[in-house]
């Protein structure tokens, strides 16, 4: 009997450790869809400064945001950023991306580590295929693609919808 338990949470223990073990070797990439809500330069350092929201959305404001966090156990490049369109294989890339801190694009991002890109609202309302996103999207330098989707990219997608009539 004792060995029949112990056979058991050992082949326990050996299905969970299979199964933690494929997860260390998955890509985890979390995107976010973000508004900015204010922007502003630090008077001693120069530095530009962004208050980013995931569920508001504030039209008076010139940029959108998407920010990028590899929770994977190895590094990751993020070589393209952009909307992922409804029902169809297209995306609309932004093709160079505005980055926060002014880094390389494509972007190296080591476990832990996050990017920020931007776009201005007005190429997004000058876009016609904007009435068609559906999500943000991330694709690494392996061309796999990650999405995210926020209140604030819902707002953002109403907004455009709305200023498309006017």
């Known amino acids: 009997m004792i060995v029949a ?9 050996g299905i969970f450790n299979f199964f933690r073990g494929l997860s260390k070797d998955k890509v985890k990439l979390i995107v976010i869809p973000k508004a900015v809500m204010k922007r502003n ?10 208050f980013l929201s995931d569920q508001e959305f504030n039209e008076t404001q010139e940029l959108f945001a998407i920010e990028i966090t590899n929770n994977s ?12 369109l409804k029902k169809k294989k297209n995306k609309l890339a932004i093709p160079i991306p505005e980055l926060g801190d002014k880094g390389p694009w494509p972007r190296k991002l080591e ?7 931007y776009g201005t609202i007005k190429s997004i309302l000058n876009n016609t295929k904007m009435n068609d996103i559906d999500r943000a999207y991330a694709q690494t330098t392996a061309g796999k693609v990650y999405h995210g989707k926020s209140k604030a990219l819902k707002l953002l997608i109403n907004y455009v919808e709305n200023n498309k009539k006017l």
């Open 5 to 13: 338990i112990a056979a058991f949470v050992g082949m326990l223990l």
């Open 73 to 84: 156990n190895f590094p990751i490049t993020i070589n393209e950023v952009g909307f992922k």
């Open 41 to 50: 330069r630090n008077s001693v350092t120069g530095v530009m400064g962004f």
């Open 111 to 117: 476990h832990g580590d996050s990017v920020t890109t």
